[in-house]
Every structure is written in C-alpha cells, then in structure tokens.
C-alpha cells in the first residue's frame, strides 16, 4: 500500500446534477476505471445507495434489505485493502448532518488521502427538476406550493435546501479536511457541450476520460407541464395504493411517468417572476459563499448563476398549472400510452412464457430419457449383475475387453478380425453389442 498517495473520493451530491449519467457511465465500465487504478467498492450501485442510508442511520428501517446496517463499515474495509484510488458516490450522502459526516470520515480511516466531490447546478433548473423528482416518489405536492416552501424555509432545514445548499454540503462533508480537498464540480449551462460534466469529473478522480464510452446509457427525463400536473394528480388518487418502497418505481415511474408521460409534447416548467429572482439571489450568494470557502473548482462558478429566460412565445412557463381542458386531451393520450405499453409488456409476457414452456417440454423428454436409461441400468444390475459388473469393468481393463470378444467370436463362429484391419478395433462394434 502506498501510505499517504491512496485517495478516498466521496461524492456526495447533489441531487439532479448529472450524477445518474456519472454513475452509468462508470458501473458500466467498472472494470476499465479499476485498470486505471479507481475501485469502485461494492457488488454493484445499489451498495452505495444502501452505504448511504447506512451513513444517514437509515438502514434498519423494514422496508430495506438487512445487508445495509452496517455496510459503509464493509466498504471502509475494503476501501483499505485497495493500493489505489476509491470512489464512492450517491447523492443522498448530501443529506447527512454533520455529525454524520464526521462518523463516516472517522470509518475511513487515516491511511488515505480523503476528498469531498459535489457536483452543482443553478437552481433555477433545480427547483423545478427537485419538484418533479418528488412528484416521481409519490409526492401531491403543487409546483406554486414546492416553490413557496423552499423560498419560506430561511433556516435551510427542509431536503431541498440540505441537499441543493452546496455550500452546507460540503461545510459539512468539509469540515475537517483542507478545502484542496473538497471539490465543486459546476455543470455546465444549458446548450452546452453534453461531455463537459464527464471529463471534469473522471479528470478530477484519476481517469483517462476519452477511454470511457459515453452513449447508450437511459436518462431521467423531465416531463412537461401538462404530464407532471397529470403525474400529481394520479398520485393523488392513488392514496396507499402502490406504495415507495414497494410497486410505485416499476409501475408508475418507470412506465407512467418515464415511458408515457415523458414521451409527450407540452409546455416546458421554469421559474418566473419573483420566483426566478428568488434563485438568482440565492444562487448568487452560493457563489460567493463557494468562492470565500477556498474550495477546488472544477468548472466555473458563474455557471451555477441562472441564464436570463427566454422571452419567445411558447417558451417555458411558471408555476400556474395547466387547464382542465387541457389536462383532459392529455390524459386521454396518457391512457392510450399506457394502454400501449401494457400490452407491449403483456407481448413480451406471452413470449417468455411459450420460451419457458418449449424449454420445459424439452427438459421433460431429457429427463424422461434419463430415467428410461437409469431403469434399464438398474434392471440389468438386479437381474444380470455379473454381465453389468463385467461390460462395466472391460471398459478400464483391456485384457478383460480382449477376453469379452474372444468369448464373443467362439459364441458366435465369427472368425478373428485380420490383424491390423482398416480401423476396425472391435470397440465400436462391441458397444452396439454389449
């Protein structure tokens, strides 16, 4: 191990910043950042989510697997035992508090080198990429009422502002480490080079970011207005039906939300009016609260200050939700998407079912011939044990074998095979006969 040259990078955060493309990216291709020296630690991602909730004391909680208690102390572990560099990443870890945070360092270790990322965003393209978010875990909650509760919460106690203050995440994640070793990588603004986010972030953790491949990964996509307001209120119908945990994420976020609603045409959600001047000052003071920490940047801070909004007609929209009228055209349209996509999986069903049923029969007639095979084998052992014992034993004694055709040619009258005959040995023909 080298001492002092192994680096821990944790990145923390934040919430709707890029990190489930950064995350694809590197589980895909796990095994070429661990060529290049980065472990990522676990079996797979789900192991970082669960040392999140470990790190937050959340693991024992019933609805989750039991192998979570305990297992940032597993990763701390293994982390140790790696002589180079380690990432561990989810963005929950931004909600711990920094009592938390302080545990978790301490797990580590002091054998290695332990840095802090956050990647951050406007929060003009947060608050409503937050709201929809909710809105994906079952949450009633209006965009105008999100809206007005974070611009209320002054003493950042709410999630939003734990997790979407970068500057209190990484006060808190930081707060014992030199500031070289906390990081706030910016994601670039909208329009802009779509790799940016990648070479920033697989430059700063070691990697060589040309190597990876960075196409074919799903995305989170956004909805519009008109299917986010229809998410609200299905959610809202729904009551205990299809809880989160439990049948929510299958059914309706991966199929009603991503594959239906996120498929349709419709107006696009921003801030407007005092709202977007709201996170612009907010913005702006996490700029200067960012820029006075000593943090490293990685990017630019001034891409975390909103663009001015654009004016067109037919451009994004606020808070006011959408029509009746115009919900109605959608949800008729949502129906049919989703009629469509329950009989493609209803398609897909019926096909894996006549696979499994072919391959049933086809183990069956196997199975039925290997039965038929054992009984006969079973027959001739009760009832012709010495022949069984002998066919078997000539098999690995050749002068038995040798015995077996010259008690065969005498039986039969057949005169002995000329010697050195074309290929002929006997063996086959003794097989067919035994």
């Known amino acids: 191990m080298r001492a002092m040259s192994r680096r821990i990078f944790l990145h923390v955060g934040s919430p709707k910043t890029g990190t489930t493309f950064l995350q694809q990216v590197l589980w895909s291709q796990r095994q070429l950042a661990q060529n290049q020296g980065l472990l990522l630690p676990g079996v797979a991602f789900s192991d970082h989510y669960l040392a999140s909730l470990d790190v937050r004391g959340l693991a024992d909680r019933p609805q989750h697997p039991r192998r979570a208690v305990g297992i940032w102390q597993q990763m701390a572990v293994e982390s140790a035992s790696w002589a180079g560099d380690v990432l561990i990443s989810h963005e929950l870890f931004a909600g711990a508090t920094e009592q938390q945070c302080k545990q978790a360092l301490d797990a580590l270790g002091d054998e290695?080198?332990?840095?802090?990322?956050?990647?951050?965003?406007?929060?003009?393209?947060q608050i409503p990429?937050?709201?929809?978010?909710h809105l994906k875990h079952r949450s009633t909650k209006p965009f105008a009422t999100f809206v007005a509760d974070i611009r209320e919460d002054s003493d950042g106690?709410?999630?939003?502002?734990?997790?979407q203050d970068y500057a209190g995440v990484i006060s808190r994640w930081g707060c014992s480490l030199p500031m070289a070793q906390v990081h706030v990588v910016t994601v670039p603004q909208s329009g802009a080079d779509p790799t940016t986010l990648w070479r920033r972030f697989s430059t700063l953790v070691g990697l060589d970011p040309s190597t990876f491949s960075l196409t074919g990964f799903p995305i989170n996509p956004s909805l519009h207005v008109e299917q986010a307001e229809i998410l609200r209120r299905v959610n809202t119908a729904l009551g205990d039906r299809l809880p989160y945990p439990g049948p929510y994420p299958a059914v309706v976020k991966s199929v009603f939300a991503h594959r239906v609603l996120a498929s349709?045409?419709?107006?696009?959600?921003a801030l407007r009016g005092e709202d977007r001047d709201f996170a612009v000052a907010r913005s702006r003071e996490l700029v200067v609260a960012l820029a006075g920490s000593g943090c490293d940047v990685v990017g630019d801070l001034q891409e975390l200050?909103?663009?001015?909004?654009?004016?067109?007609?037919?451009?994004?929209?606020?808070a006011a939700p959408p029509s009746d009228e115009a919900l109605l055209a959608e949800s008729v349209a949502a129906l049919a998407g989703l009629l469509d996509a329950y009989w493609s999986e209803l398609s897909t069903l019926r096909s894996d079912?006549?696979?499994?049923?072919?391959?049933?029969?086809?183990?069956?007639h196997r199975l039925a011939e290997a039965t038929a095979e054992r009984d006969r084998l079973l027959h001739d052992m009760r009832h012709r044990p010495l022949r069984h014992l002998l066919i078997g034993l000539s098999t690995r004694w050749s002068w038995l074998m040798a015995m077996r055709r010259a008690y065969r040619r005498v039986r039969t009258g057949t005169p002995p095979a000329p010697e050195g005959g074309p290929g002929d040995d006997g063996s086959a023909r003794d097989k067919m006969q035994a």
Do not use: C, N, Y
Not at 129 to 133: I, K, L, P, S, T
Not at 264 to 269: D, F, I, N
Not at 306 to 317: D, F, L, M, Y
């Open 112 to 125: 290695a080198e332990v840095h802090i990322v956050v990647t951050a965003r406007d929060l003009a393209r």
């Open 305 to 318: 200050m909103p663009p001015e909004p654009a004016t067109a007609e037919g451009e994004p929209v606020g």
């Open 264 to 269: 349709r045409e419709g107006k696009v959600l």
């Open 353 to 364: 079912r006549r696979e499994l049923r072919q391959g049933l029969q086809a183990a069956e």
């Open 157 to 163: 106690s709410s999630w939003f502002w734990r997790v």
């Open 129 to 133: 990429a937050e709201w929809q978010e």
